[in-house]
């Protein structure tokens, strides 16, 4: 690399080629250090102790026994815990009661942490935590998630979007429909479960509480440990270099503040690393969900009426709202819509945002939904999602961005064969396996949050990016590298780009599928102010030259529309009835995301998202036991995830959505990959059976005992 | 995890010497089960003899055509051999069902037998489990029980063994050969483990102490066209839900021999002699291979929500013993 003065010839075009990722090498190699990996001398080790009660009081906890086995060096529990600040507003709302550790004696849900045992090796510390007695004054406990439970309510939601939201007359809506369908979809508890466990790493350096942190947004994060501790922002810091996969559940969690807590009582570092089966209760999950869809329509297909009502499960400590039924919002208009997801709280622990929350449940009831008013009305369930296309926001009105459904659907259709589909069920057999094809839509909201950066020109000739973004495994740091050197109108080997650090100022967290957008944008920003600055000439300082920017005025200024990604899914399935096995042969999704950033890892992303889809449609599964309220089989043994041989032929391709009113043209495409490809499969079951199966996952036995060939 | 000893054995009487008699010691094989339960505290072993090293790990041809297997013996290595795939098929592929390529490069044959239930309770220390904790109930008979033992349980236990090789070996009239203090020993597949009653936790007729030296599969001429077929709620790394390992011999439209072993549907490997004895002599016909598979499966106390393994297993049966009846019909008819 030569490193040539600004002024060359402006070279652009990094974006929208394939680029592999810029720190493969050192994550191929193991050179790359994950968060619990990074040596520090005098280190200690804190093992939570959770609770295995779901709801009491803790009546005795006697650490002496265990403060004498060896290595041992504190057990930190509510009786002896500093105390946190609770009563604050933090970036993500209300203070959540999980992070408020021993605090006192109450214990919400099994699971819930109880006492950390720190020791001088993490086998030490294990071994002490396990032989810790925690002696409870049980409570009755309440985990039973069912339909029809009066104490389900509607949230209150937030004024631009709340939980419940309609129009029209709903009843007359049905009334006057040819068509009706009106059935309930239920979808089970499921989990995250990135590859990389939850850990955290705090000590204290020149009045600083340093945080070596595996999550998804280290700006989040700093503030909210100084809010719990009461200390300056400027006080606290915390990196997330690597990120072995988050998925909605890497925020502030028990590691962080655990680990904090210790490192401040023994004035060591101390590192917190969860289990896999603390993770089914400490690192949130997606709540389980029942919903009831009811779609009224002429018997061209045309929707009269739709209604869409979800019921979640949250906690009696903190609230957390699954938005199943929003999906609806954005896809279809009825004269009469209405859509509502209510909250059942239990003594569970608080479920989170997982891969497209909201959308993955609530498409899944709704695309398959959908594919039963198709059959209804003797129609191609392409054509009556294009039936119902609509002109503008079903309830806001406003104009989409750009919307371009059926597009995809044209494109889908074209490679995935559809035009020769036979659309009677049951009636394709190959040996032991009948076939069947299934499609769905996918949509999920282009959001974006306001973010800083710093883009440095260096004297060596090279150009430093700082922003407090996460690389969670979807190739952000590399897309940020190809944005910025089209922004600078350089080679992206030029650029170097830092994240994960605190330090270099507030940013958006690696959620929502805004990460790359929001980030995209404030990089943009200070790179092109950089480039202008650099054209008027003159040498570069030892220190170089800093340009920051902040996208806090561009977002506010951004007119109101319907902004959303698209997608088209298609499924085959081979089911072999004898033996409830099913396979899904090929997936095939289309999306139109705006502008593709790095197309080797956005088809990563979108393909990820498509393999966890038919991996809820099939597998996964968390299964409470009601008589202790917490988990059976809380492993990846029990926890079913679709294994390689699960995953045929998938492939994933968009078509071009342009936006010349968007100043960054990126949408998100790191949710809407998952978004109604366990509703293409379930269909596609259907397709090849002739039996609709409403409740994932959809599981050997739940094949075999449904049968084949009952069409009713 | 609890501190524990470990020793390495250099040779079979060495090992057995090493472990003595005491309840808290235990051989290491592959470790692929030992270790995990040791992680999670179900086993706390003070003492771990490490038997990987011993001179057990050949496949040897017997007289008449049978194999003699040693203990240690990989499941790669196992499902590898030229002779297991040639005479035992069924045993080659329930060994590659199993597991995954990393697992099956560790785990040996010795320890495959000896492997542990995956129920949930079993596994979990903060539950009742009378096979972990004798006397302490078995929570899965009202709770999560799908993947419960339907045949041969008892109210104190139902789970189910999970292995796949010993399906096969079940099937295969399988011996296990062991060594103790006072000589070696031999035990019939069909008397190695013990029914549940209400001793779950005493699992085989192993005298204490003793180690697993190898298995030997009697000659068997049936056995060269049979098949595993594993059913399990994904593609692969996942224990069954139901398994079939069965062999048919079929002349002139008759059955003249037959071995049919079911998994994943009682606390041992369930060799179904009841459906043989049915089916021996007469037609190689689907009702005929129902009508032997209900004979079995009437024996069967599903719990209330593992009922679907009835239908499983006899639909198995069924879509198995038709595919090599035809193969057999094809046979005969290439050699005529």
Not at chain 1, 314 to 335: G, K, L
Not at chain 1, 536 to 542: D, V
Request: glycine residues 10%; hydrophobic residues 45%.
């Amino acid at each position: 690399m030569t490193t040539t003065t600004t002024g060359t010839v402006p070279v652009t075009g990094a974006v929208g080629t394939a680029h592999t990722r810029v720190e493969g090498r050192d994550k191929v190699t193991g050179a790359a250090r994950y968060a619990a990996e990074v040596p520090l001398a005098g280190l200690a080790h804190g093992w939570l102790v959770v609770s295995t009660i779901a709801r009491g009081r803790i009546r005795a906890l006697d650490p002496a026994p265990v403060r004498a086995m060896p290595g041992v060096l504190a057990v930190l529990h509510h009786g002896n815990a500093q105390p946190l600040e609770s009563d604050y507003v933090g970036p993500m709302g209300p203070a959540d009661p999980a992070l408020q550790l021993f605090q006192h004696d109450r214990v919400p849900y099994a699971g819930w942490p109880v006492a950390l045992v720190v020791a001088e090796t993490s086998e030490q510390a294990r071994e002490a935590a396990e032989a810790l007695v925690v002696e409870y004054d049980e409570e009755p406990h309440d985990v039973a998630f069912a339909a029809g439970r009066p104490e389900a309510y509607v949230p209150a939601g937030n004024p631009r979007s709340p939980a419940e939201q309609g129009k029209g007359d709903l009843a007359a809506g049905l009334a006057a429909s040819a068509v009706v369908v009106d059935e309930e979809y239920t979808t089970p508890e499921e989990h995250h479960h990135p590859m990389e466990p939850h850990t955290a790493t705090a000590y204290w350096e020149n009045g600083r509480l340093e945080v070596i942190d595996a999550n998804q947004g280290s700006a989040y994060v700093a503030q909210e440990l100084a809010r719990l501790f009461a200390l300056d922002p400027s006080a606290v810091r915390v990196r997330s270099e690597h990120v072995g996969g988050g998925f909605g559940s890497k925020g502030a969690r028990a590691p962080q503040v655990a680990a904090a807590m210790a490192a401040t009582v023994l004035h060591r570092p101390v590192r917190v690393v969860l289990t896999r089966r603390q993770m089914f209760s400490l690192t949130g999950y997606r709540s389980p969900t029942i919903q009831r869809v009811r779609l009224g329509a002429d018997p061209d297909g045309r929707l009269r009426a739709l209604d869409h009502e979800g019921l979640n499960q949250t906690s009696t400590v903190h609230e957390f709202v699954e938005r199943s039924a929003d999906v609806a919002r954005a896809m279809y208009d009825a004269e009469a819509h209405h859509t509502v997801s209510r909250v059942l709280r239990l003594d569970v622990p608080t479920p989170t945002w997982m891969r497209a929350p909201g959308e993955a449940p609530g498409s899944f009831a709704l695309e398959c939904a959908l594919d039963e008013l198709a059959e209804r009305c003797g129609l191609d369930p392409i054509a009556v999602r294009a039936r119902n296309e609509p002109e503008v926001g079903p309830l806001s009105g406003l104009p989409y961005s750009s919307r371009r459904l059926l597009t995809c659907f044209e494109e889908g259709a074209r490679r995935f064969g559809w035009a020769d589909r036979d659309p009677r069920p049951g009636v394709r057999r190959e040996g032991r396996w009948l076939l069947g094809t299934g499609t769905a839509a996918a949509s999920f909201p282009t959001l974006a949050g306001p973010s800083t950066a710093a883009v440095t020109a260096e004297a060596d000739g090279g150009y430093t990016v700082r922003i407090t973004a996460a690389d969670i495994g979807t190739g952000a740091r590399t897309a940020l590298a190809l944005v910025a050197a089209d922004a600078l109108e350089v080679a992206p080997d030029r650029i170097r780009v830092r994240i994960g650090d605190s330090d270099f100022g507030q940013a958006m967290l690696a959620g929502g599928s805004a990460g790359t957008r929001s980030w995209a944008w404030a990089v943009t920003l200070a790179a092109r102010a950089l480039r202008e600055q650099l054209a008027l000439g003159g040498t570069i300082p030892p220190q170089g030259i800093t340009v920051r920017s902040d996208t806090a005025e561009a977002l506010a200024a951004l007119p109101p529309r319907e902004r959303h990604a698209f997608g088209a899914q298609f499924a085959e399935v081979a089911v072999d009835v004898a033996t409830g096995e099913v396979r899904v042969r090929r997936m095939l999704g289309i999306f139109a995301a705006g502008r593709i950033v790095n197309p080797l890892t956005a088809r990563s992303q979108l393909v990820g998202g498509m393999i966890w889809g038919l991996s809820m449609a099939l597998h996964e599964e968390a299964v409470r036991d009601e008589r202790w309220g917490g988990h059976v089989g809380a492993d990846l043994a029990g926890y079913h995830v679709a294994a390689n041989a699960d995953v045929p032929l998938v492939e994933a391709d968009w078509v071009d959505d342009p936006d010349e009113q968007d100043p960054v043209g990126i949408k998100g495409i790191g949710e809407v990959g998952i978004v109604g490809a366990a509703a293409a499969v379930a269909n596609a079951v259907w397709h090849a059976t002739g039996v609709r199966h409403r409740h994932l996952p959809i599981r050997p036995d739940r094949v075999l005992t449904a049968g084949a060939g009952d069409r009713g | 995890m609890r501190e524990f000893d470990y020793r390495r054995a250099a040779d079979v009487p060495g090992a057995v010497a090493l472990l003595g008699a005491g309840p808290e010691a235990r051989y290491l094989g592959g470790g692929t089960n030992l270790v995990d339960l040791m992680k999670s505290g179900v086993e706390r072993p003070a003492l771990l003899v490490d038997v990987r090293e011993l001179p057990l790990d050949r496949i040897e041809e017997t007289d008449g055509g049978g194999l003699r297997i040693g203990a240690t013996v990989t499941n790669s290595d196992l499902a590898a051999h030229p002779e297991v795939r040639r005479r035992y098929p069924a045993l080659a592929q329930a060994v590659l069902a199993g597991a995954s390529g990393q697992l099956r490069n560790m785990a040996t044959l010795g320890g495959n037998l000896l492997q542990r239930t995956r129920c949930a309770y079993f596994t979990d220390v903060t539950k009742p489990c009378n096979k972990r904790a004798p006397g302490s109930g078995c929570p899965a008979v009202a709770g999560e029980h799908r993947n419960h033992a339907i045949l041969g349980a008892s109210a104190h236990c139902v789970a189910v063994h999970p292995s796949d090789m010993g399906v096969a070996l079940a099937a295969f009239d399988a011996v296990v050969h062991y060594e103790t203090a006072d000589g070696p020993g031999a035990l019939p597949l069909a008397e190695f483990y013990l029914p549940v009653g209400d001793t779950p936790h005493r699992e085989t007729a192993l005298p204490p102490g003793a180690l697993i030296t190898g298995v030997t599969l009697p000659p068997a001429p049936v056995a060269a066209a049979s098949r595993y077929r594993k059913v399990r709620e994904r593609a692969s790394y996942a224990f069954a839900i139901g398994s079939l390992a069965a062999a048919l011999d079929v002349r002139d439209g008759a059955v003249h021999d037959v071995r049919l072993a079911f998994g994943a549907v009682a606390s041992r490997p369930w060799r179904a002699r009841t459906a043989e004895r049915a089916l021996l002599g007469g037609p190689a016909t689907a009702e005929a291979f129902a009508a032997a598979a209900d004979a079995e499966l009437a024996a069967a106390e599903p719990l209330p929500g593992n009922g679907y393994k009835v239908t499983l297993i006899r639909n198995l049966v069924v879509a198995v013993l038709t595919e090599l009846a035809e193969e057999c019909r094809r046979n005969e008819e290439a050699t005529r």
